[in-house]
Nanobody
């Protein structure tokens, strides 16, 4: 499966963005999908994940209540709605897919998109 992340941009504190992760190739509904992010000078970290049918979602503590993940398997797309953005949310956001279970661990994901830049100004 090939993944294409999009939707990033430059916004101000408190604004919202919706990231998209579009998949092509094999049946997308077979995959759990996760979002990760990497800020300058920092390691990549888990943000959120969703299982194959969207019934189970997971969030890092620092985004709970602000970010929402969902998916549309008919459109082969997973979305990450980000509200109340903060400067510390500035990072490159990556989507990843796995045929296994949802996981906060990078190495559990076999397929990765190229990343989309999110910059939040103060």
């Amino acid at each position: 499966v090939q993944l294409q992340a999009s939707g990033g941009g430059l916004v101000q504190t408190g604004d919202s963005l919706r990231l998209s992760c579009a998949a092509s190739g094999r049946a997308f509904s077979n995959y759990a999908v996760g979002w990760f992010r990497q800020a300058p000078g920092k390691e990549r970290e888990f943000v959120s994940a969703i299982n194959w049918d969207g019934e189970n979602t997971y969030y890092a503590d620092f985004v709970k209540g602000r970010f929402t993940i969902n998916r549309d398997n008919a459109e082969n797309t997973v979305y990450l709605r980000m509200n109340s953005l903060k400067p510390e949310d500035t990072a490159v956001y990556y989507c990843a897919a796995t045929e296994g279970m949802t996981s906060p661990l990078e190495h559990e994901y076999e397929y990765w998109g190229q990343g989309t830049q999110v910059t939040v100004s103060s």
